[in-house]
Each structure stands twice: as structure tokens, then as C-alpha cells.
């Protein structure tokens, strides 16, 4: 039975291509010419491409690659849920942020000293 993050991989990724590039160091030194050349159709791994070329990814390795990923997302989730609703978890009214406020308990407002 295949995991989540797996599933995942595969769903965003035609199988074919990632073994082809992605397994293969000499092929994915060659993918961007055989982008240029328009030797890549249907070419369903663009994201792992963006992400091997920024090196975010260890190209030859599924294994490496895989838990590379599963790190990357953990560490975007713990960062998201650091910053996501933080008017609520700081439990902070509407109002109390406002720039635009002519109230005196607006933290940051324009021309307050």
C-alpha cells in the first residue's frame, strides 16, 4: 500500500519521465536542452524539474529524493501554521492592526509616535 506523500509523487509526475530524468544523472543534465529542443512531450514533471535544477532535490536517489520532499513539506507546514490566522492565535480584534483606525489602541497606525 502506497503512502500519501507517494501517491502524490506519482500523481504529479508521469512515472516515465521521472525514471528517464530524474533517476538518471546524465539524462537530467541533458533535460534542458531537450526542453529547448522540444524533446520532451507531454512532459509532466516541471515542479521536480524547478525543484532538482534550484537543488532542493538529490537527482539519482528516489529514496533520497522522496524523504527530501517529506522533509521540505514538513518544514513548509510548521512554517505555515506559525503564520496562518495569526490575528486569531495572537487573539487580536479587527480593529487592533488597522492602519487606517482613528483609534489610540491600534499597535501600528500612521503618524502615532
Not at 524539474?49 to 532535490?57: C, V
Request: proline share 1%.
Amino acid at each position: 500500500m502506497q503512502d500519501q506523500h507517494t501517491a502524490s509523487l506519482e500523481k504529479q509526475n508521469s512515472r516515465e519521465d521521472f525514471n528517464k530524468y530524474f533517476l538518471n544523472v546524465a539524462n537530467f543534465k541533458n533535460l534542458a536542452e531537450d526542453c529547448i529542443n522540444g524533446n520532451v512531450k507531454n512532459f509532466n514533471c516541471r515542479w521536480t524539474a524547478w525543484r532538482a535544477y534550484l537543488g532542493l532535490l538529490t537527482v539519482g536517489d528516489e529514496a533520497k529524493m522522496r524523504e527530501e520532499v517529506k522533509k521540505q513539506r514538513a518544514y513548509y507546514a510548521g512554517e505555515y501554521d506559525k503564520y496562518v490566522n495569526y490575528r486569531s492565535k495572537s487573539k487580536l480584534g479587527v480593529m487592533d492592526d488597522n492602519p487606517l483606525s482613528q483609534s489610540d489602541k491600534v499597535r501600528f497606525r500612521y503618524g502615532k509616535s
